[in-house]
């Protein structure tokens, strides 16, 4: 029953370094994508996969890479951490099949707590 | 202009009240889906409930109801004899099928924190 699982649930980052957050699920989900939650602004779409091999920008993309070699994985990288990336990060998943357009509910990770001084 | 919007940033409800937490959305779309999720204060988002566009009726879950008013673009959420244990923010979100690219993702509302007292 692991469903989404992110890793790590909090992280502590200095200005500039680089790290992944790391997200799984087990459910053979074609789509992902990675949301950030903001106090006050709802959460927002960074980028999202509609299977391996394929990704796509979201609202909020800057400073952020994906990538998605497998089913299983979508890794969210911050190559150069800022403060103004402090948020909360969601993983999340659906079914979906690639390229088609459906609409379904979302199932979310736990969240990572991110805080860059 | 928002394309969820929810007007509620927090309110307060007896234990056992009904609650309506509203939701208004902005689509040119004629094919999307209005979904509401639950964030307690573990932080975690749970799904409570979906209507498409095209659904006459409106969507039911156990305590959970969605009003849904086309014409006037709403979705409010009812939760029925309040408890404790929903005291949490809600967030109203919204997937159109073309607008949004079909695989996009959801658009969220900024949430309204629900306090339930005894």
């Known amino acids: 029953n692991a469903g989404v699982t992110q890793t790590p649930k909090f992280q502590v980052l200095k200005t500039g370094q680089s790290m992944t957050l790391q997200c799984a699920q087990d459910?053979?989900?074609?789509?992902m994508s990675w949301y950030r939650q903001d106090p006050g602004m709802g959460l927002r779409l960074i980028h999202y996969?509609?299977?391996?091999?394929?990704?796509d920008q979201g609202e909020v993309p800057n400073g952020y890479n994906v990538s998605r070699s497998t089913t299983e994985d979508f890794p969210l990288r911050l190559l150069s951490a800022a403060p103004s990336q402090t948020s909360v990060y969601f993983c999340?998943?659906?079914?979906?099949?690639?390229?088609?357009?459906?609409?379904?509910?979302?199932?979310f990770g736990s969240g990572t707590q991110l805080s860059v001084l | 202009a928002q394309k969820i919007t929810q007007t509620q940033p927090g309110m307060f409800v007896q234990e056992k009240e009904a609650v309506t937490l509203d939701c208004t959305y902005d689509?040119?779309?004629?094919?999307?889906?209005l979904f509401w999720y639950k964030q307690p204060s573990s932080g975690e988002m749970i799904f409570l409930i979906y209507?498409?566009?095209?659904?006459?009726q409106n969507a039911t879950e156990g305590r959970y109801s969605l009003n849904f008013q086309k014409a006037r673009k709403s979705a409010n959420l009812v939760i029925s004899a309040s408890q404790l244990g929903d005291s949490a923010m809600y967030f109203c979100?919204?997937?159109?099928?073309?607008?949004?690219?079909?695989?996009?993702?959801?658009?969220f509302g900024k949430g309204t924190h629900l306090i339930i007292q005894p």
């Open positions: 209507q498409g566009s095209y659904d006459e």
């Open positions: 689509t040119s779309d004629q094919s999307y889906g």
């Open positions: 979100a919204m997937r159109e099928m073309y607008s949004g690219g079909g695989a996009d993702g959801l658009t």
């Open positions: 999340a998943s659906s079914p979906g099949r690639a390229g088609a357009y459906v609409i379904e509910k979302l199932f």
């Open positions: 459910m053979n989900h074609e789509y």
């Open positions: 996969s509609v299977g391996a091999g394929i990704t």
